[in-house]
């Protein structure tokens, strides 16, 4: 039974650019969310998505957008890049009508914007 | 979502059992203390989670005092291997609740040898 897994593991980009990173759920889970994670922080909620929809999101500009695929796989997309950008993205997914399902982490992009 | 407190690190031999605190005390009612843990380089790991009743795993025990507003993680017979950050989190009972998880700067667990 495969985890989360996301890709790609390690990416290195420019200021400006766009990045593109991807999640896939642990079967059986519907919704996926987004975490960013600062060197020495904990993670920070950017959103989560749930039937193909925005649900939640935290504190983070626009230039921070997402998608939902029908087999339930995500998108976080990230536009005009800013060095501050550099972080460990973290994708979590969980069912979301089973109460108190407790979300399940895969391993992380680790983006790195010079 | 209620704040938790924890300390900032934390030294434990291996073999021992490691007790880690946690101060939730203006939680709510229906809010659920959830641990979990991230070992350098990997992402979060779920451990244990609960509402007022103390709650054992195969990874670990949680104890939530009477009034909830603390908890303790006990890890039984701690290893090199649990050496991580331990997170505290309160979630809110309820569907979409979910994906906010609130982390803290969480406490940074040492094993000796």
């Known amino acids: 039974d495969a985890g989360v897994t996301q890709s790609p593991t390690h990416l290195i980009k420019t200021r400006g650019q766009q990045v593109t990173l991807r999640c896939s759920p642990k079967s059986g889970h519907d919704t996926v969310s987004w975490y960013q994670q600062a060197l020495g922080q904990g993670p920070q909620f950017i959103f989560q998505?749930?039937?193909?929809?925005?649900?939640q999101r935290g504190n983070f500009p626009d230039r921070f957008s997402g998608h939902q695929f029908p087999n339930y796989s995500s998108e976080l997309n990230v536009n005009a890049l800013l060095l501050g950008d550099s972080a460990l993205y973290l994708c979590?997914?969980?069912?979301?009508?089973?109460?108190?399902?407790?979300?399940?982490f895969g391993d992380g992009t680790r983006l790195s914007i010079l | 979502d209620a704040k938790t407190t924890q300390p900032t690190s934390m030294d434990c031999a291996e073999g021992r059992a490691a007790n880690l605190p946690c101060n939730h005390s203006?939680?709510?009612?229906?809010?659920?203390v959830y641990w979990y843990r991230q070992i350098h380089s990997q992402g979060p790991q779920y451990i244990i989670h609960?509402?007022?009743n103390n709650e054992t795993n195969e990874m670990a025990s949680l104890i939530i005092t009477e009034d909830r507003k603390s908890s303790t993680l006990i890890l039984p017979h701690a290893t090199l291997r649990d050496t991580a950050v331990y997170y505290c989190?309160?979630?809110?009972?309820?569907?979409?609740?979910?994906?906010?998880?609130?982390f803290g700067q969480g406490t940074i667990l040492t094993v000796h040898p």
């Open positions: 989190i309160v979630i809110p009972a309820g569907g979409t609740s979910y994906g906010k998880l609130t």
């Open positions: 609960g509402l007022k």
């Open positions: 998505y749930y039937e193909e929809e925005e649900r």
């Open positions: 203006t939680i709510s009612g229906n809010e659920y």
């Open positions: 979590a997914s969980s069912f979301l009508r089973e109460e108190n399902q407790p979300q399940h």
